[in-house]
């Protein structure tokens, strides 16, 4: 696929589910306030973790998802791989991967994901997946395989999975846990009232569900979660979601902004200030979660070796 049939591509989805209202105010020009301007750092480091990923031929969420931080990330020598090939299943009205038919799995993907971990020398490794609706499991097997790779030959580097909800299917997540990961996350991403709009095939219910099981199955593997803000939520729906989360035994917490990835994507409706985050940030470890990252930026994979690391204060011990 060329890169302007794919652009082209990217520019027609998730019109369809969105009113003309949305579709015109999602052509307005919004200025991004100064808070989300960010400087692309090239080092040899990101060209060290490009070099590595184009070798293994693998797929990051970093770029098919456009992510802002990934500058800065790379020249960190982290990435985030996406695993299950580079198109998803489903059509997110805020997510910049790209839908299709994806094609089959690559049995040696895990091994390849393993061999770019061990080439980088990364000691936390975040991997995700896109949905596969069209598998029987929904791409945990390939997960687990992938957890179990990077475990042969990286015993002592951390492994965060970023699950879909693989329709809530029970078996498939238990063939996750079972891998072993040390940290399981799956994103909430909007209030319950949004997430029909914003995330089109999933349920808030159910991804509460599958972060529930994960923590009654494995209490051992935290479990993390995270919100986009600027959706159009209000604040009793984010607390209420917070509540939720917390009921459901998720530990870890990220919180950002979200950005309109092309004018076919859900409009901002509102640029959240960092000091408002912030606020979040202290009512979240208020309510029990161990460890928050809030801000502007923040993505649900960033810096996720510190989340996953830091010692839980005693003022987040509190519980609802
Ligand atoms: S925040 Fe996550 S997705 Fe974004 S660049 Fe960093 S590692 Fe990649």
């Known amino acids: 696929m060329t890169a302007a049939s794919d652009a082209k591509r990217r520019a027609q989805r998730g019109g369809a589910e969105r009113s003309s209202d949305e579709r015109a105010d999602a052509k307005r020009p919004q200025q991004k306030p100064p808070w989300l301007r960010v400087r692309l750092r090239w080092t040899p480091e990101f060209e060290r973790v490009q070099a590595t990923l184009e070798g293994q031929r693998l797929h990051t969420v970093c770029a098919s998802a456009a992510c802002p931080n990934l500058g800065e990330c790379w020249s960190r020598g982290t990435a985030t791989f996406m695993i299950g090939g580079n198109l998803c299943t489903r059509r997110c009205g805020f997510c910049d991967v790209a839908t ?50 990077i475990r042969e030959r990286c015993p002592e580097t951390g492994i965060e999975v970023l699950i879909a909800d693989y329709k809530g299917s029970e078996p498939a997540l238990r063939r996750v846990l079972d891998a072993g990961p040390d940290v399981l996350n799956h994103n909430l991403e909007t209030v319950a009232r949004l997430t029909r709009r914003v995330r089109v095939a999933a349920r808030y219910e159910r991804s509460l569900l599958v972060l529930r099981r994960a923590a009654e199955l494995r209490p051992d593997i935290p479990t993390k979660s995270g919100l986009m803000l600027g959706l159009g939520e209000t604040a009793p729906e984010v607390l209420r979601a917070l509540a939720d989360l917390r009921e459901a035994g998720v530990s870890l917490l990220t919180l950002g902004q979200y950005l309109q990835p092309s004018p076919s994507h859900l409009p901002v409706a509102r640029y959240v200030p960092p000091d408002e985050f912030e606020a979040w940030a202290e009512r979240a470890r208020a309510i029990g979660f161990r460890e928050v990252a809030a801000g502007p930026l923040v993505r649900s994979s960033y810096r996720a070796e510190a989340l996953a690391a830091r010692p839980r204060p005693p003022s987040a011990a509190a519980s609802l």
């Open 100 to 149: 299709g038919r994806p094609a089959a799995l690559d049995p040696r993907e895990p091994e390849r994901v393993a061999a770019a971990v061990e080439t980088l020398g990364l000691a936390f490794a975040v991997v995700t997946c896109v949905a596969r609706d069209d598998l029987p499991d929904g791409g945990a097997g390939q997960m687990a395989l992938t957890v179990r790779a």
